[in-house]
């Protein structure tokens, strides 16, 4: 772990930086493009100023695009000085149109080039939901923090993580039923500007022959009259707006923990008659479970519901009524300034050295988060089991500044809690 944390160090900062995310893999032969920043498209006949916008103030430095149309039409845009090339495959629009029939899926492929992860919601290619890692433990943490939540069509993942109800499919076979999108250049002119600009250009043109003639042959010889001209004052430049660091508008995780722990607790306390309750979970904004029928029937499990004195944002059961999952929203978090305040080793070693001292088992890893502005910021990923509730846990992981609360899960079968976040390095 602290050999991974010399290589962040050294690979994070200046014009060399390696990324711990690719661009590109190969299957079978074709180069498709992938890691790309995905927006929702409104304007599917004239994309062109939705994604020059996108351009200066989403990703800036983004030179390259690409369409994927469908129900739910986006545009991806990257910079081409990372390594995209005009004219390359896209792989997402690819995976998305050839599995459209699903709608809902996360996906993990294995290739050459590292691990593919790709999520999709409601045919919407989420903003971080096209993704090559290049270490197998970073893909696997991704894929597990979207597990939880309900309602996917469908699970893929490599067939040696074990993961139950997934499926591991040839990439090639699903790829090559997709739509082809390639690559191109955010800036070149097409339709109708292109033709604005050739007539504006056939104008000027013979504006400018009709003055010179007009100035040759038949303007009379006059004196030049000298006027004073009054020197150019240059225009202010726009004020640059600095984008801020992720660490300056943080979820307060004091109160992600209790409401997560107050919302799990509600949610466990349904309990149909003939209906088993399955693992919850909550993001923060939600919290999410399932039940699965034993011996129950529809109408006990929805009356459970209507009854709780609860207001779900939805709940639906499965079209053979033998599963039924449900979402609470809860109350949203206050944002605050949380700055980090160690650097990565001296974090790796207080945070193992403080639960060793208690006797509890925690899972740490580091990696970067991009912004859209493309800047890299460091974190260090936590993730422990405990007996304990979340109120048991505030005081000990809200004293880190830079903390961000990802995940809280609870398994009513071993009455166990699982915490997953990240805190940010110097």
């Known amino acids: 772990m602290l050999e991974d944390a010399k290589l962040l160090d050294d690979d994070i900062d200046g014009a060399t930086a390696q990324r711990s995310w690719g661009t590109s893999i190969t299957v079978d032969g074709v180069q498709y493009a992938t890691s790309l920043f995905w927006q929702p498209l409104q304007n599917a006949s004239d994309p062109f100023q939705e994604v020059e916008e996108a351009s200066a103030g989403v990703l800036e430095g983004a030179d390259l695009f690409c369409i994927k149309g469908g129900k739910a039409p986006q545009f991806g845009i990257c910079v081409s000085q990372e390594g995209y090339k005009s004219g390359e495959n896209v792989a997402a629009v690819a995976l998305a149109t050839a599995l459209s029939n699903v709608g809902s899926f996360i996906a993990v492929f294995k290739t050459n080039e590292g691990w593919w992860y790709t999520c999709i919601r409601n045919d919407i290619i989420l903003s971080d939901g096209d993704m090559l890692f290049l270490t197998e433990e970073e893909a696997k943490e991704q894929f597990m923090s979207m597990l939880a939540v309900p309602d996917w069509g469908k699970k893929i993942a490599p067939k040696e993580w074990g993961f139950e109800d997934t499926e591991d499919v040839d990439l090639a076979e699903i790829l090559i039923r997709g739509a082809k999108s390639r690559l191109q250049k955010i800036k070149a002119l097409r339709g109708t500007k ?8 056939a104008v000027v043109g013979i504006w400018l022959i009709s003055s010179l003639v007009d100035k040759l042959f038949l303007t009379p010889t006059v004196r030049p009259v000298v006027v004073p001209i009054k020197p150019k004052v240059a225009p202010k430049a726009a004020p640059v707006v600095e984008e801020p660091k992720p660490w300056e508008k943080v979820a307060d995780p004091k109160t992600i923990m209790e409401n997560c722990y107050q919302g799990i607790t509600d949610l466990n306390q349904i309990l149909p008659p003939g209906w088993n309750i399955g693992n919850i979970a909550c993001s923060g904004t939600a919290v999410a479970t399932s039940w699965v029928r034993s011996i129950g029937r529809v109408s006990w ?9 609860l207001n779900f944002s939805g709940y639906t059961f499965s079209s053979n009524g033998g599963n039924l999952s449900a979402t609470l929203p809860i109350s949203k ?14 974090l790796q070693n207080e945070l193992n050295d403080k ?9 740490l890893s580091s990696d970067t988060e991009k912004t859209p502005a493309g800047k890299m910021y460091r974190r260090l990923n936590f993730s422990l089991k405990s007996e304990y509730n979340p109120l048991t ?14 995940m809280i899960t609870y398994y009513p079968n071993d009455k166990t809690w699982q915490y997953e976040g990240a805190i940010y390095v110097l």
């Open 194 to 201: 292109l033709l604005l600009v050739v007539a504006i250009s």
């Open 301 to 309: 499990a929805k009356k459970a519901l209507d009854k709780s004195g």
């Open 333 to 346: 978090a206050e944002e605050k300034m949380s700055p980090p305040k160690y650097t990565l080793v001296d």
């Open 355 to 363: 639960f060793q001292a208690i006797g509890v088992a925690i899972s």
């Open 393 to 406: 846990w505030i005081e000990m992981l809200t004293k880190y500044s830079g903390l961000r609360i990802k």
